[in-house]
Antibody
Framework: EVQLVQSGAEVKKPGESLKISCKGS????????IGWVRQMPGKGLEWMGI????????RYSPSFQGQVTISADKSISTAYLQWSSLKASDTAMYYC?????????????WGQGTLVTVSS | SYVLTQPPSVSVAPGQTARITCGGN??????VHWYQQKPGQAPVLVVY???DRPSGIPERFSGSNSGNTATLTISRVEAGDEADYYC???????????FGGGTKLTVL
């Protein structure tokens, strides 16, 4: 069974750094791209970026380029999303997703989400 | 940049058919995917590549895509279908993804 299991909720202060994780299991972790999706409170889904764990090739949405870093450690089947200096506006639920493919690319499996709260 | 437009809300009575649209310039030339998100839960893929269903998704969920509009159709709507629905495309020219703004389906 394919599973993406994310790290737990975080409460941070503005300016602090943070790294959240997403561990894949039940499939070949290095063969599928893993992405991140943000959902701010009461709002819609926003695609942030994606990484190919096989060679760490990474793509970022223009809206998130330079704001976050996506990485992966294939030895432990885990992808990461990190911030160097959090802002209150980073408060959101963050989902990791596996990119599936047919005629195009879609997100066939989702993690349970990691709630990040940034407040002074 | 490419934009996907969804109506904020759609309402339907139980047993009727709900149609949720996703508009975009020549969206018929792209493959469209749909997700269902119930309150407090992660989204779930319900239709991919315009009209295919993942394993475990009821046949009541179907999709179509032509011209400037893609449509998710839910037949014989049940109370349990009440959720937010999002369309998504992959823009091959930029190698980026994009979601529509989401539609809240209310079952009356």
């Amino acid at each position: 069974e394919v599973q993406l299991v994310q790290s737990g909720a975080e409460v941070k202060k503005p300016g602090e750094s943070l790294k959240i994780s997403c561990k894949g299991s039940g499939y070949s972790f290095t063969s599928y791209w893993i992405g991140w999706v943000r959902q701010m409170p009461g709002k819609g889904l926003e695609w942030m970026g994606i990484i190919y764990p096989g060679d760490s090739d990474t793509r970022y949405s223009p809206s998130f380029q330079g704001q976050v870093t996506i990485s992966a450690d294939k030895s432990i089947s885990t992808a990461y999303l990190q911030w160097s200096s959090l802002k209150a506006s980073d408060t959101a639920m963050y989902y990791c997703v596996r990119r599936g493919y047919g005629f195009s690319y879609y997100f066939d499996y989702w993690g349970q989400g990691t709630l990040v709260t940034v407040s002074s | 940049s490419y934009v996907l437009t969804q109506p904020p809300s759609v309402s339907v009575a139980p047993g009727q058919t709900a149609r949720i649209t996703c508009g975009g310039n020549n969206i018929g030339s792209k493959s469209v995917h749909w997700y269902q998100q119930k309150p407090g839960q992660a989204p779930v893929l319900v239709v991919y590549d315009d009209s295919d269903r993942p394993s475990g998704i009821p046949e009541r969920f179907s999709g179509s895509n032509s011209g400037n509009t893609a449509t998710l159709t839910i037949s014989r709507v049940e109370a349990g279908d009440e959720a937010d629905y999002y369309c998504q495309v992959w823009d091959s020219s930029s190698d980026h993804s994009l979601f529509g703004g989401g539609t809240k389906l209310t079952v009356l």
